[in-house]
């Protein structure tokens, strides 16, 4: 399942860290984060989707405490 999320990222490089550790996630098929733009195109198996939604804040949140993901 692809899907975009509008989210909130202070800084270029925080969202550059974030990609690079949802893209780790087990089930995540791929993830770009657009700092411009602060939106996420996520690509993740459908059966574990709302999981790994989950972790993708607490992953965000670990690199920017202010990370936001508009669900």
């Known amino acids: 399942m692809q899907k975009k ?3 909130e990222v202070d ?3 925080c ?3 974030i990609e690079a550790a949802i893209n780790k996630i087990e089930g ?3 993830a770009s984060i657009s ?3 602060q939106k996420m195109v996520l ?3 459908d059966a574990n989707f709302d999981r790994i939604v989950k972790e993708i804040v607490k992953v965000g949140k670990k690199i920017e405490p ?3 993901l508009d669900v």
Do not use: G, R, T, Y
Request: proline content about 0%; glycine content about 0%.
């Open 28 to 30: 995540v098929n791929s």
């Open 66 to 68: 202010d990370f936001e």
């Open 5 to 7: 999320f509008q989210i």
């Open 15 to 17: 969202a550059a860290k």
């Open 43 to 45: 690509d993740a198996d």
């Open 35 to 37: 700092f411009m733009a």
């Open 11 to 13: 800084c270029a490089n």
